[in-house]
């Protein structure tokens, strides 16, 4: 699962493997180690929940929690939707968005980049 953040955005990209295991285990973790010790990790996880009647985000300690609705997960994984897509509040009337999407093959080949088991580019030609 790939994390990118910008100003107020999360946005997670997820391979095959990993929206089979969310729709199947009901979620998916990656860790970044960023320091010398073990503590010094940030952990992020996407959650399927059934109780969540919303996609939302929490931080709690050194853990970035997506949750999404277990439903609405299992919608988007059969179908062809790209993406799920939320803007929610967040504190001094600023709001976060947070967009969840199916990882596609890169169009050029990019070093650094495993593509294995990305979902099919729909843009590719061949």
């Given at each position: ?16 493997g ?87 093959a890169?169009l ?19």
């Amino acid at each position: 699962m790939k994390l990118r953040t910008r100003t107020n955005a999360i946005r997670l990209r997820l391979s095959q493997g990993e929206v089979a295991r969310l729709t199947e285990e009901g979620r998916v973790e990656e860790r970044i180690f960023v320091g010398p010790g073990e503590d010094d990790v940030l952990v992020y996880r996407l959650v399927a929940k059934e109780s969540a009647s919303s996609v939302f985000a929490v931080l709690e300690g050194r853990t970035l929690i997506v949750s999404v609705p277990r439903g609405e997960a299992i919608a988007w994984a059969k179908g062809e939707d790209v993406g799920i897509a939320k803007d929610v509040p967040a504190p001094g009337g600023r709001t976060l968005s947070i967009l969840i999407e199916k990882d596609f093959a890169c169009l050029k080949p990019r070093v650094g980049e495993d593509d294995t088991d990305a979902f099919p580019n729909p843009h590719e030609t061949c």
